[in-house]
């Protein structure tokens, strides 16, 4: 149980929407389609489902592989010589009650076109006997096949395409269902879709964690969960992810950066919404949605938002036309329809936009066509999983609605499995030669490095990597300098990353390119290069080219760079670009990352240079880091410095005052404690300004001091032994289930999960609060003065020993004061709500009285 979010809101497919008003979930659960509007939705066969697609001009939709060669496939991968590894979760939703869902029936098959007509017709079982696995990638000679809990590399040793090999990476790979609680096993909330990264690590939807075979072993490191259901990269190398009801984030800084500094822990670009618009367009009514009886859920009958969306991919090949390039794909099982965005840049922002007006890439009319995953093929097609299954909700939220919709339409029958995957391609698509990857020479695999399909590129850079062959890294170099392809140069810059065997003259040269991502690569690579010699030479380049780089990307990435020198003179550079760069998107978030523990360092020394508004907002994130340090002789230092600032830098003064007053670590709630009221603040309140008296009266309230004029301190009863020996744990079990989403910090994560710190929820009556973690909670939701539209599962799995706690840990933590939680106090709520299995709402909440 280390890697479930105990408090994340996280959304449940088909259960969370633009969230109607929460009235909205206390209106009867009927019928709001007019009965003559709903169609049937029997079970077509692949070739009558196939008529049921309606396109975008100018594809086609053709079936390469049903049921029973595969079977409610969730998960695909091409291996180098073109055949199809597959993910089948066979025992999902057999019925209402997910009776069975824990039947070890799921497998991985690999699937071969032994014709050369484009179709699987031979299906080898690689390995069975799996729980509801939903995670594959290719890696060495095998695979990592992950089905909670476990993370396995497998392998077939005897060469009869079977596996015979399981080696456990992680047990904490999410839950396995269990059929005593409804909350277990459910999918889209757990890791899911490895991806082999630019940087040769393997990288993991929604999971806290990341691998690589490095020195002969596995390495696991550090990474920020992400989205739900599905993870894919553009050629930039940024990660792309999303919710149910938010179709399209990206990150834009790197995980490895955004965990660096502690006295900066939201920075933006973590999570990034690139698509503001959520409706989409079905082909028919759609009565089988979770929320179908709520009007606002609806246009003219049919969903009209995101509910389900999942599995993001970026088309990054050749074979559709010029303007697919980078585009968008994302699935919306519950609305049977797959939306292609088209997604663009400026400064340093991304945007997408629906590639059609009012219609979608493909769209069913078949209820059952239920797109989970989407992949690139070899030959540059677009291959979707299609589950074909009646019931995409799972068990832990089917509405009593939904439940009446599946019973009467039959949509849980029938019982077998069934499944396609089907290739979407241009019209009058040519054929394409398929691969024979795993026979040819490193040699070989180099020239794939600049082939227009990212597939072949990939793939070619992976088994450089694996196979270590240093012979190559002269054409490699060779390639990095004189390619003729910006993605290939990218790639052997990569490859040679992988390989360790960066060089200066490699990486310096390649800081030159025309291409902006071959730059960003190269300031990458470079970054191993500073605890070497050629370190002097990295940060000279580096430095020079703060002040001539212009794009956006590559700004952002030297600053990011920059900040891993930990040097005061690379720390001015970064501030002089944050400068002149203003407008450049998440510039000052990727300086404040690289700053930690020299941010007052940095403050005096912009503070002590002529005055340039564009430093203002530096100045203020600088001053919030400084102030979360929770050092008072810095922080009398910049106190002292905000105060001797002349009365022509007012922008300064206030700037900085409102850095100290917005900092989400130290608050009036939990204000830092000096010893004697600041010097600074006498001088600053003499000032007859408003606006620095107004910045003043912001500022001051984060500060205490023994005397202060209505500072009230409130006694707070130390812990027992007993109660702090429940707190460490309760620490223990947040680090290892909740922080993936909520952070150590407890400040939330945008899009995923609410702030714990000062929560009214996890601070005020436990009966609510026990409630929230047994039952799970409805959105919307207020979560300290902010609502959020977002639903979480239950988590009553956890015994009551475990959930006090975790409840005690909270409501200490952070400078909580309220009082430690018993077990007998969770057993008590728990036995008292023993009948319930819905979740609750606020205004539900919000009823319970305190005991």
Not at 525 to 533: I, T
């Amino acid at each position: 149980m280390k890697n479930a979010p105990l408090f994340a809101l996280m959304l449940v497919a088909g259960a969370a929407s633009a969230a109607p008003p929460s009235s909205a979930y206390n209106r009867p659960q009927v019928q709001i389609i007019p009965p003559e509007l709903v169609p049937p939705s029997p079970a077509l066969s692949p070739e009558d489902e196939l008529k049921s697609f309606h396109l975008a001009p100018g594809i086609r939709v053709e079936l390469v592989a049903s049921e029973p060669m595969v079977e409610r496939p969730v998960a695909l991968q091409f291996d180098p010589d073109g055949r199809l590894w597959v993910v089948e979760m066979r025992a999902f939703m057999p019925n209402l009650a997910g009776t069975g869902e824990d039947n070890p029936i799921g497998r991985v098959s690999v699937l071969t076109d032994t014709k050369g007509d484009g179709h699987f017709d031979k299906s080898t079982v690689f390995l069975d006997g799996l729980v509801m696995p939903r995670a594959i990638t290719l890696v060495r000679d095998g695979a990592l096949i992950g089905a909670p809990p476990y993370l396995w590399f497998c392998r077939d040793t005897k060469g009869n395409g079977h596996a015979d090999e399981k080696v456990e990476l992680a047990r904490d790979f999410g839950f396995a269902p269990d059929p005593k609680n409804i909350a277990m096993g459910e999918p889209e909330n757990q890791p899911n879709n490895p991806l082999w990264g630019f940087d040769n690590w393997i990288h993991i939807g929604h999971y806290a964690g990341k691998f690589r075979w490095h020195d002969g072993q596995w390495e696991r490191g550090v990474a920020n969960a992400l989205g739900e259901w599905g993870l894919s990269q553009d050629d930039w190398g940024h990660l792309f992810y999303n919710s149910n009801s938010a179709q399209l984030g990206a990150q834009m800084i790197p995980a490895r950066y955004l965990n660096r500094n502690l006295h900066y822990p939201r920075p933006g670009g973590r999570s990034v919404n690139v698509a503001h618009d959520e409706f989409v367009w079905p082909a028919h009514v759609t009565p089988g949605i979770n929320r179908g009886y709520v009007p606002e859920m609806l246009r003219d009958n049919k969903l009209m938002e995101f509910t389900a969306a999942c599995a993001p991919w970026i088309y990054r090949a050749n074979l559709f036309p010029a303007a697919f390039l980078g585009n968008a794909f994302v699935c919306e099982p519950a609305g049977n329809l797959i939306k292609r965005d088209i997604v663009t840049a400026e400064k340093g922002r991304l945007t997408a936009r629906e590639a059609y007006d009012r219609s979608e890439f493909l769209a069913s009319t078949d209820e059952r066509f239920r797109p989970v995953n989407i992949t690139t093929g070899p030959d540059g097609a677009l291959y979707v999983c299609d589950m074909y299954h009646g019931i995409i909700e799972h068990r832990i939220s089917v509405s009593k609605y939904l439940e009446d919709q599946v019973r009467a339409r039959g949509l849980d029958k029938p019982s077998a499995p069934q499944g396609r995957i089907w290739r979407i391609v241009p019209e009058n698509a040519p054929p394409q030669p398929r691969p024979q990857m795993s026979k040819e020479m490193p040699a070989q695999w180099v020239a794939h490095l600049s082939h227009p399909n990212q597939w072949w590129r990939e793939t070619a850079q992976r088994l450089l990597v694996e196979r270590g062959d240093v012979s190559v890294v002269p054409a490699l170099e060779k390639l990095a300098a004189e390619g003729t392809e910006p993605m290939g140069r990218l790639h052997a810059l990569w490859t040679l990353d992988g390989l360790r065997r960066t060089t200066w003259p490699v990486a310096g040269h390649a800081l030159e390119d025309a291409d902006p991502r071959v730059r960003v690569a190269a300031l990458q690579v470079s970054e191993n290069l500073l605890d070497g010699s050629d370190r002097s030479a990295v940060l000279t380049k580096w430095v020079a080219l703060t002040r001539t780089e212009s794009s956006p990307e590559v700004q952002l990435q030297l600053v990011l760079s920059l900040g891993e020198a930990r040097d005061h003179a690379a720390d001015l550079a970064m501030a002089a670009l944050a400068r002149r760069a203003a407008d450049s998107a998440f510039l000052r978030d990727a300086l404040l990352t690289g700053v930690g523990g020299r941010e007052l360092e940095l403050a005096e020394a912009l503070l002590a240079g002529e005055p340039d508004k564009a430093d203002d907002a530096v100045l203020a994130g600088l001053a919030g880091c400084v102030l979360a340090e929770r050092n008072p002789e810095r922080i009398e230092r910049l106190l002292n410095a905000i105060a001797g600032q002349p009365a022509q830098n007012l922008s300064r003064q206030v700037a900085l005052l409102n850095g100290l007053a917005s900092t989400p670590v130290v608050t009036a709630r939990r204000p830092m404690k000096l010893g004697a009221e600041p010097a600074a603040f006498a001088r600053l309140q003499q000032s007859s300004n408003k606006t620095l008296q107004t910045a003043l009266g912001k500022a001051a309230p984060v500060f205490t001091w023994p005397g202060k004029p209505g500072a009230v301190e409130v006694p707070v009863e130390p812990l027992t032994a007993e109660q702090q020996q429940r707190f460490e744990q309760g620490k223990l079990l947040f680090t290892g289930t909740c922080a993936a989403c909520h952070q150590p910090h407890g400040l939330g994560l945008e899009g995923l999960a609410p702030p714990l710190v000062d929560s009214e929820w996890v601070n005020g009556p436990v009966e609510r609060l026990a409630r929230i973690a047994i039952n799970g909670v409805r959105g919307p939701i207020q979560v300290a003065n902010r609502k959020y539209r977002l639903d979480m599962p239950p988590w009553g799995a956890l015994d009551d020993s475990s959930l006090a706690a975790i409840f005690t840990y909270l409501r200490r933590e952070w400078g909580h004061t309220a009082p430690p939680v018993e077990a007998e106090t969770v057993k008590r709520i728990r036995a008292a709500i023993a009948d319930r299995h819905d979740a609750w709402t606020q205004p539900e909440l919000l009823a319970i009285p305190a005991k």
